[in-house]
């Protein structure tokens, strides 16, 4: 992380180069003509900074594996208890909708299972 967005605040101008540009292009390619099913695994903390990828690759992907502290939106979409854990609450309309198309276009969406909430560490 710190090699693509760290060091940009240091550099002016800063913008992407050719290594980035390579693996766009890979990734593009392994999307549109890679072999069924395709799962995909998408972590991070917020959704609303992987809410396009996510609905991007609904329609591409058979299974989407969530990870990350955007785990905790989409367990509060679908009415559980998340304590304390980090919530974007103004995206868990959007997770719902997101896990409704997922539904309707007959593809899962894996989140974990075995999260244990805890108000300190044992």
Do not use: N, R, W
């Not at 903390?45 to 990870?67: M, Y």
């Amino acid at each position: 992380h710190a090699s693509t967005e760290g060091v940009t605040k240091f550099l002016e101008p800063a913008v992407s180069g050719f290594l980035l540009a390579k693996e766009l292009e890979y990734l593009d390619g392994a999307i549109q003509s890679g072999e069924k099913p395709m799962a995909a695994i998408v972590g991070g903390s917020k959704v609303s900074s992987k809410i396009t990828v996510l609905e991007a690759l609904l329609d591409k992907c058979d299974k989407i594996i969530v990870g990350g502290g955007m785990v905790f939106t989409f367990l509060k979409a679908q009415g559980l208890d998340v304590g304390t854990s980090l919530v974007e609450d103004d995206f868990v309309d959007t997770a719902k909708e997101v896990l409704a198309k997922a539904e309707k276009l007959g593809k899962q969406i894996l989140l974990p299972s075995d999260i244990i909430v805890a108000d300190a560490f044992a």
